[in-house]
């Protein structure tokens, strides 16, 4: 009863039950919003995004307190995971629903890409208590290394493809070598160079032994998993609703389709945002880059190849490749990035050009 009360907080109840009163309240309304006037279309869908992004929130509350049980790197990887899979959801969804959204992925992990390098790692170098921090090194580039390569997959290759994309059997090998690439990435992460990712002057109880937590802490940690996915399950319901509800709402106000990928990242990195700026703002800036550069990491080698698999398999057109603009801006964040955490330190004049950089981006898409 105790593991309950520590568990199944005010914040938590509220973020479980408004979850699942939104699935109830959608199956009962569908119909009646879908032939409402546009009005109705557009408050159906802030109430809906409104209710996922407190579904999300529950989520990364619960991948959090898991992540300080079990320490990194394991905790970060669990809290990035919890948040990529919603996305992945989230695009399945509008990828499924009806309409066409042959450039829903790109936008979204673009999206992703421009606000977790731009905004979250600029601010949080911009707020960190000392001028001067030290990352640990082989980690770190680890990480840019990884981002690199995904990028490079994602975006660069298929912007000189005639087709904007992987068609036929390269899609299935692209998604395949994405895949697996990110999996020899964990058990890196998770194995032997699990120190890589740790603060260098994390304190003793960093290094604890997961298999003493699981011992200690087992009936805790089995009560946040299972509350996270009960959590989780809503998101994954309603978010065939939220799509819809885009399609015909986006339509019918004539804006741009690429919103909707804009409307994902916005929803998904929120909870992890203001995670990641508590971590900044307590000088844990190796856990900023445990959060910002893994969370890309997993975005973008588990996104791509669900889409490339969906497109195949459904006979959807998947568009990767970004206008030339966009693929410059991106090429010139990540190298931003890289400076950042040059040499393994990074000072907090290092974060202005990542913040300038998102500024130019985020101009780009709404003006």
Not at 232 to 251: E, G, K, N, Q, R
Request: hydrophobic share 60%; with cysteine; proline share 4%.
């Amino acid at each position: 009863m105790s593991v309950l009360r520590a568990v199944l907080t005010p914040a938590a109840t509220v973020s479980l039950l408004l979850g699942w009163i939104g699935v109830v309240a959608l199956m009962v309304f569908s119909d009646a919003i879908g032939a409402a006037e546009p009005l109705i279309t557009w408050l159906a869908l802030a109430a809906v995004v409104a209710v996922i992004l407190v579904a999300a929130f529950g989520v990364v509350a619960q991948a959090e307190a898991l992540a300080h049980k079990l320490g990194d790197p394991y905790g970060s990887l669990i809290l990035t995971i919890s948040i990529v899979l919603v996305e992945v959801i989230l695009i399945a969804s509008v990828l499924l629903g009806p309409g066409e959204h042959a450039t829903i992925a790109r936008d979204s992990v673009m999206a992703v890409t421009m606000i977790i390098l731009g905004l979250v790692v600029g601010v949080s170098l911009l707020i960190a208590p000392r001028r001067e921090s030290i990352v640990n090194r082989p980690g770190t580039t680890s990480y840019l290394v990884m981002i690199i390569a995904l990028a490079a997959i994602a975006f660069v290759v298929p912007f000189f493809l005639p087709a904007g994309t992987y068609t036929g059997p390269l899609a299935f090998i692209v998604a395949a070598v994405a895949i697996v690439g990110y999996g020899l990435f964990l058990v890196r992460q998770m194995g032997p160079r699990a120190a890589d990712y740790r603060e260098n002057d994390a304190a003793t109880d960093e290094h604890r032994d997961v298999r003493d937590v699981v011992r200690n802490h087992g009936a805790e940690l089995w009560a946040r998993t299972l509350l996270l996915i009960a959590t989780a399950v809503p998101i994954v319901i309603m978010s065939h609703d939220m799509s819809t509800l885009m399609d015909t709402a986006f339509t019918e106000a004539g804006a741009p389709l690429a919103l909707s990928g804009v409307v994902i990242a916005f929803i998904v990195f929120t909870p992890e945002t203001i995670t990641t700026l508590r971590a900044a703002r307590a000088g844990e800036v190796q856990r900023v880059v445990n959060l910002c550069l893994g969370a890309l990491v997993s975005t973008v080698g588990l996104t791509i190849p669900v889409v490339l698999v969906i497109g195949e398999v459904t006979g959807s057109t998947i568009t990767l490749a970004p206008d030339a603009t966009q693929l410059l801006l991106m090429i010139a964040m990540v190298l931003a990035t890289i400076l950042a955490f040059w040499g393994g330190k990074t000072t907090r004049a290092r974060g202005v050009v990542p913040v300038l950089l998102f500024a130019a981006y985020f101009a780009l898409i709404t003006l």
